[in-house]
């Protein structure tokens, strides 16, 4: 079969990413230009800031791929957007720009969901056998997903309140930690030991999650100490915080497997890149049987590469997308 190269864009968020990939899984370019450092001021992202700065380096971004890759937009074969979920304006960005490349060069368009992207971060370098159960760990999801085959999702379970990337920013903000909180309270959490206790987070047969509470008992707790005019010790607090949220996530994935008798399990999303979240599931699933699959932790955060990976499901289906395709802002898979 002749090769297929997609180019994808991805801007759902603070990340202008672009890629060229090749047959699906083969990573020949991508380019990712994060805003981090604009948001950072902040101590988050701030949506009009950042759909002006994609607008502005949008074209940037993807000539330096086309660059980096030595190949033409003539060559590719189709082109792909993240066209939901996400912030809207940021969204808008990347999928007027694609459809345009669309447009010229009569190639298919393919507006791929940013979910579906997370998953098939996994099939970069990588050949993936169903039924398996996916766990996205991301800013706004967290989701438990049985794939039976390639591109079939049935949701098991989801988060109740706050996705857990959405808990370790807030953690981060609570012990004043700067944005993005995620890998700072991961490098806190390193030094530190578990001496403080957490609580016990939604012990129930569901393979739901809920992240709301031990942020807020993480809150209370420094409240609480600041108010007596104690100083509390942060790398403890950070490790014992991730501690609890690994045992969550390690107990309902643990769960699903079991229950579902399934062998092949993949993790997804920018909480993903965590070393002790992906060494703890990692043992869990040697020690029932189970083969786990991790994207290299620069697919786990935003990035094209795994849009480009996920495209290239939907144009094997021929699933292609309109010229009036428009973002969303909320979808689910
Ligand atoms: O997937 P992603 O890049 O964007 C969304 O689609 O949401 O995930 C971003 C989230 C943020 O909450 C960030 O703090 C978290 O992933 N994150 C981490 C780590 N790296 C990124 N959380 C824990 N440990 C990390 N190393
Ligand atoms: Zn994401």
Known sequence: MKDVYILAVESSCDETSVSIIKNGFEDIATVINSQIDVHTKYGGVVPEVASRLHLENITMVIDECLERA????????????????????????????????????????????????????????????????????????????????????????????????????KVARILDLPYPGGPNVEKYALQGEPTYKMPNILNDDSYNFSFSGIKSHVNNLVHNEHQRGNEVNKYDIARSFQDCVTEHLVDKTKKALLNYNLKTFLISGGVAANTHIREALKSMCDSIGVEMHMPE?????????????????????????????????????
């Open 70 to 169: 030595n190949m033409k937009l003539e060559d590719m074969d189709a082109f792909a957007c993240t066209y939901a979920p996400g912030l809207l304006g940021s969204l808008l960005v990347g999928v007027e720009a694609t459809k345009a490349l669309a447009f010229i060069y009569n190639k298919p368009l393919i507006a791929t969901n940013h979910m579906m992207g997370h998953i098939y971060a996994n099939m970069i370098g990588n050949k993936l056998e169903y039924p398996l159960l996916s766990l996205i760990v991301s800013g706004g999801h967290t989701d438990l997903i049985l794939m039976n085959s390639e591109n079939e999702f049935e949701y098991l379970g989801q988060t109740l309140d706050d996705a857990i990337g959405e808990a370790y920013d």
């Open 297 to 333: 932790k620069k697919y786990c955060t935003d990035n094209a590469a795994m849009i480009g990976a996920a495209a290239y499901v939907l144009y094997k289906n021929k699933q292609f997308s309109p010229l009036s395709t428009n973002a969303q802002s909320h979808i689910r898979l």
